[in-house]
């Protein structure tokens, strides 16, 4: 009878002590899942993700750089001038009008804001980058990667989804 009890009190804390290692692994997945996505092709952009709006929050966040749409820090407004901008530096790129002559069209302007914290402590922000998406109808997507300083496409990636139905 005690060593039935002695095996169930060590099945007990073995089982909390495994559930408690498995939630510190998945809430280590989750953070850096969350909050380490500089890479462009994010979660988002693989789930065909909507980067038309037009307001972006500064810090944190999801985003390339902490371009997130919505966040409780406050956002930013990006200007035509900026949107038009870019998209005139991505119609210039001999593949991007390639995309276009295939019937993509722009839908949308994300700038990647970077952020420098400079040894006396200034602080500033840039962007000196920007993501373009354009679309084909509801079965491609294409993000290009456009350098505004040097005022150059430096990055293409193109999604496409194929459905079939079936009766």
Known sequence: MIDLER???ILLVSTVTVLAALSGIAAMVYANGTTNSANMASKSMYGFGDYSNDTYAPFGGHGHGGGCRQCESGSITVSQEY???VINIAKNDSDVQNLLAEGYNFTGVKPIINRTIEADGTFTMKATTAI???TLNTTGRAYVTVNVEEAKV???V????TVIEKP
């Open 132 to 134: 373009v998406t354009l």
């Open 154 to 156: 430096t990055r293409i």
């Open 83 to 85: 949107k038009d901008n």
């Open 7 to 9: 095996k169930i009190k």
């Open 158 to 161: 193109i999604f496409t989804k």
